[in-house]
């Protein structure tokens, strides 16, 4: 392989990596809240356990890095992994079908989740790409749906107030979360 092959492949390499490590740099810091019942979701003890629906109010339990896994800003239906303020990752066991937890130390395949746009409080998916837009605290009001990888929704048990699952076929209530960026 002659010289200028070989600076020509690591450079190409580096450009790579930095593309890579650029994508998990761009993300957001959100809290979660049921639009039925409004609780927040929790990472309790700030990640390493469970995943909860059970507190009125968002602190740093409640707080999560939305990291977006093809970097830019953020679209309807990317994938995202959600790290928990002790640096843990969310996870749907078994990539959906069971519980979520907050106690995995990487983003895999049960630990990303595509983060749907809804069309409001009550609203239903929204159809097609388009840029979830950032608002700054409370100024904005944006709800989400987050989609397992094996196509489940997340939802919080009875709209609120205890455990948070990954085990709907279908959207509804339980599965809708506003939105508030930090």
């Given at each position: 392989m002659s010289t200028s092959v070989f600076r020509s492949s690591i450079a190409g390499l580096v450009v790579a990596?930095?593309?890579?490590?650029a994508a998990l740099a761009d993300d957001r810091t959100m809290s979660f809240q049921t639009s039925d019942r409004g609780a927040f979701l929790t990472a309790r003890s700030g990640g390493g356990s469970d995943l909860y629906a059970n507190k009125f109010g968002p602190g740093e339990w409640e707080t999560f890095r939305v990291i977006d896994l093809n970097g830019g800003k953020l679209q309807n239906f990317d994938r995202?992994?959600?790290?928990?303020?002790?640096?843990?990752?969310?996870v749907a066991e078994m990539g959906g079908g069971r519980e979520v937890k907050a106690n995995r130390g990487a983003c895999g395949p049960w630990e990303t989740f595509r983060i749907v746009l809804l069309?409001?409080?009550g609203g239903f998916p929204v159809t097609g790409a388009g840029e979830i837009p950032a608002f700054s605290g409370f100024a904005g009001v944006l709800h989400v749906g987050l989609q397992a990888s094996d196509g489940s929704w997340v939802t919080a048990e009875g709209g609120g107030g205890g455990n948070v699952n990954a085990n709907r076929p279908a959207f509804g209530r339980w599965e809708r979360f506003r939105v508030f960026y930090h």
């Open positions: 990596l930095l593309a890579g490590r995202v992994c959600l790290r928990t303020s002790n640096g843990h990752f969310v069309s409001g409080p």
